[in-house]
């Protein structure tokens, strides 16, 4: 069973900065990427970050400049470093590992962590 744990969330005035970390932990073997995705009540997923086993990196156009995503030095983990944050970034933010292969099961399959508020707000 492969579990993925967010933190960092929270409130942060316009201009803040916030960093998200996701863990990803069980019987793990490889994960071919692990992203950043978020959420509002008025728009569906969205990804935002994403970032490879090879450290390529893609982000969403609204948030290039402004967001970095990372790898940890711990193993499966990933970091989402968010600057000069705007009231419209406010939502839920979720964590995604993707192809990820365990040493229990015969496929691949991806795993979504249950999400962090970020609220951004005077």
């Known amino acids: 069973q492969v579990q993925l744990v967010e933190s960092g969330g929270g409130l942060v005035e316009p201009g803040g900065s916030l960093r998200l970390s996701c863990a990803a932990s069980g019987n793990i073997f490889m994960i071919y990427a692990m992203g950043w995705y978020r959420q509002t009540p008025e728009n569906s997923r969205e990804e935002i970050a994403r970032i490879t086993m090879y450290n390529y990196t893609n982000y969403a156009d609204y948030v290039k400049g402004r967001f970095t995503i990372s790898r940890g030095n711990v193993k499966n983990t990933v970091y989402l470093q968010m600057d000069s944050l705007k009231p419209e970034d406010t939502a839920v933010y979720y964590c995604?590992?993707?192809?990820?292969?365990?040493?229990?099961?015969?496929?691949?399959?991806?795993?979504w962590g249950q999400g962090t508020q970020v609220t951004v707000s005077s």
């Open positions: 995604k590992a993707e192809r990820v292969t365990t040493t229990t099961e015969l496929y691949e399959n991806d795993y």
